[in-house]
């Protein structure tokens, strides 16, 4: 008897330390918010393009929780599937919202762009969006 009471007491003490550690762990924080803008003259998904044609990408993002705001914005690029490249960062002072336009004009020679547009949010979460231009 006196083995088992001491079982449910070790049994309770350990149940109260786990309850006490999880409760302590940090939020793993939520994604910034990040997407493509739409409309007219905005190119917001996948796309076949002419040589040496205006092009512009806008994004809108925001932050998703109280203090997490966007402190970093960036844009690489891939040809042809080969390493990324940045071709734009921004360190961003005022994060609750966050919007950015693109404008370029498509490389003179046939080959396929992938474009990857990343945010990340104080406690270092990263959301991005991508979209594929072919140009031919």
Known sequence: MKKALHAVYALLIIIIMSVSFASCEKDAGKLPNIAFKTGTGYTSADATVAPNTAVKIGINASKSEGKDVITKFTITKSVDNAA????YAQDVSNGDTFDYDYNFESDSSAHVDKY???VVNKDGIVNSVSLTLTVQ
């Open 84 to 87: 990324a490249a940045t071709v």
């Open 116 to 118: 990857t547009f990343t």
